[in-house]
C-alpha cells in the first residue's frame, strides 16, 4: 500500500491529547454532565511523548475525574472510531487508558456509577494536618472561603491521599517528578476551599505546595519550596501568594532556619515570589524609599535574611522592584542612576576575569575591553539594554499589583 495513501488514511485518527483529556472536580453528580466543570491539561508530552499526540481514534474524550475533597478517581475513554489491524494493514491504536493508568496508584474506577456512588464520602473528609490560615476570595460577587493545612507525610491517610494529588503534576509542571514520600523532611501545605452543601461543610482541593528541609552547616536548616500547583479551577485568586505567605509566616521566628530557598523555580512562580517578598520587604525600615535611591546595602540584605528569611540573591531581586517603584522616572538623574544600577549588575556575567577584573580595566580603553571579554562591544551594550529593558517591564507589572494590593 502507498505510505502518502496509509498517511492520509490514518490522519483522522491522530488527536491532541491536551484536548483529549478532560478533567473534572467533582463535588455532586450534576457536575459530570456539566461542561462548564471541565478543565484540560497545559501539557502530555510525560504521558504521551514530545509530540504530545495520541494516535488510533476519532472523537477520542479520555474522561479523569476526581472527588472534589477524598480524590476517588474515575477514568475513561469515548470515542466515534478506532482503527483496528483488519481495517489498517496492521496499525494498533494506542492503549490510552494504560498511558495514563501508568502515572496514577492503583484503585480507580472505570465504572462512572460507582464512581458517583462515592461522592457522598465527600461529605465526612476533614483536611489533613493543622489549620494554619483561612481568608476569603470574592468572584463573580460571590464570597468564597478558603483554608490552608500543614501537614506531613506520617499524617494517618495523607500519604495515599497525596499519590492522588501529585498525578496533576505531570500535567501543569514541565519536568515533574513524584517525591520520595517516605523522607520525613517534606513539609506539605494544602489549600481546600470551605462551602456549604445543605448546610453542612464541605471542602475541595485547590492547590498544594511543598517544603523540604535541607541540612545547613553547622545547626540550621535551609527550607527549599519544591513543587507549587494550584488547580486551574482555582487559578489567577491568589491562593498560590496565600500559600507561599502561610509558609513564610512559621519561618520568621524560627532562630534554626537560615534563608529560604527555591528549587528551579518557573516564571510564573518567580512572578508570584517577587510580589510576596517585596510586599514583606515593604515594611521593613531598610526598603523604605529613601534608602533605595542610595543602593543595595549590607543593612538590607542583613534585614532580608534575618527578618524574612530571604537570601541574599531574591533581597537583591526585591530591591531592584522596590527601587524602581520608589524612583521618578521623568526625573533624568534618578532614571540614570537607576538604569546604572540595573545594568552594572547586569554586566556581572561578562567580567570573566572575576576580581582581577578590576585590575585589568583601569589599563585597558573600551574597546580593549570587549576584545579581552571575546565579546564584541555593540553586541554586549544591546544584550544590556534589551535585558534592561525586559526586566523592568516584569517589575512594573509585579509594582501594579502591589499598589492593587
Known amino acids: ?13 491522530k488527536c491532541d491529547g491536551n484536548e483529549a483529556i478532560h478533567f473534572k472536580l467533582v463535588r455532586t453528580a450534576s457536575d459530570v454532565t456539566n461542561d462548564n466543570t471541565t478543565f484540560h491539561p497545559e501539557m502530555t508530552h510525560q504521558i504521551f511523548g514530545d509530540s504530545e499526540a495520541i494516535f488510533g481514534y476519532k472523537d477520542l474524550k479520555v474522561e479523569v475525574y476526581y472527588s472534589a475533597a477524598r480524590l476517588n478517581t474515575y477514568v475513561n475513554m469515548h470515542f ?5 489491524p483488519q481495517k489498517f494493514d496492521g496499525v494498533l491504536a494506542d492503549d490510552v487508558i494504560k498511558q495514563v493508568a501508568d502515572h496514577m496508584p492503583p484503585g480507580f474506577h472505570s465504572n462512572l456509577d460507582e464512581f458517583i ?8 473528609f476533614k483536611p489533613f494536618g493543622e489549620l494554619k490560615h483561612s481568608y ?29 494529588l501529585q ?9 515533574a517528578s513524584f517525591i520520595d514520600v517516605d523522607d520525613d523532611r517534606w513539609q506539605f501545605f494544602l489549600c481546600f476551599e470551605k462551602y456549604k452543601s445543605n448546610g453542612n461543610p464541605m471542602y475541595a482541593v485547590a492547590g498544594y505546595m511543598t517544603v523540604y528541609n535541607y541540612y545547613a552547616y553547622p ?22 501568594s496565600q500559600m507561599l505567605q502561610t509558609f513564610y509566616n512559621g519561618c520568621y521566628n524560627r532562630n534554626d532556619i537560615r534563608d529560604i530557598t527555591v528549587e528551579d523555580p518557573s516564571e510564573n512562580f518567580q512572578k508570584m515570589r517577587d510580589f510576596v517578598d517585596a510586599g514583606n520587604c515593604m515594611k521593613l525600615k531598610e526598603f523604605q524609599p529613601e534608602r533605595l535611591l542610595e543602593g543595595f ?10 527578618k524574612l528569611k530571604i537570601n541574599k540573591r531574591q533581597a537583591r531581586q526585591v530591591y531592584e522592584i522596590l527601587r524602581l517603584k520608589a524612583t521618578d522616572m521623568n526625573n533624568p538623574e534618578q532614571a540614570k542612576a ?25 589599563t585597558l580603553s573600551d574597546d580593549e575591553l570587549s576584545a579581552t571579554l571575546q565579546i564584541p562591544k555593540e553586541q554586549r551594550l544591546a544584550y544590556l539594554e534589551n535585558t534592561y529593558k525586559e526586566i523592568t517591564d516584569s517589575y512594573l507589572k509585579i509594582i501594579e499589583k502591589l499598589a492593587i494590593s
Do not use: C
Open 338 to 362: 537607576y538604569r546604572i544600577d540595573i545594568k552594572k549588575r547586569l554586566n556581572i556575567p561578562f567580567q570573566k576575569n572575576g576580581k582581577d577584573f578590576n585590575k585589568i580595566s583601569k
Open 117 to 124: 456512588a462515592l461522592l457522598h464520602k465527600d461529605a465526612s
Open 297 to 306: 546595602s549590607d543593612d538590607m540584605e542583613w534585614a532580608a535574611r534575618h
Open 136 to 164: 476569603t476570595v470574592t468572584k463573580d460577587g460571590n464570597v468564597r472561603q478558603f483554608e490552608i493545612y500543614q501537614t506531613g507525610i506520617d499524617t494517618p491517610g495523607f500519604r495515599e491521599y497525596h499519590e492522588r
Open 80 to 84: 466515534s472510531d478506532k482503527v483496528s
Open 219 to 240: 545547626d540550621s536548616i535551609r527550607p527549599r519550596v519544591s513543587q507549587m500547583l494550584v488547580l486551574p479551577p482555582f487559578q489567577r485568586q491568589g491562593h498560590g
Open 1 to 13: 500500500m502507498d505510505p502518502s495513501f496509509m498517511e492520509e488514511k490514518l490522519s483522522p485518527y
Open 167 to 175: 498525578t496533576f503534576l505531570l500535567y501543569y509542571v514541565d519536568a
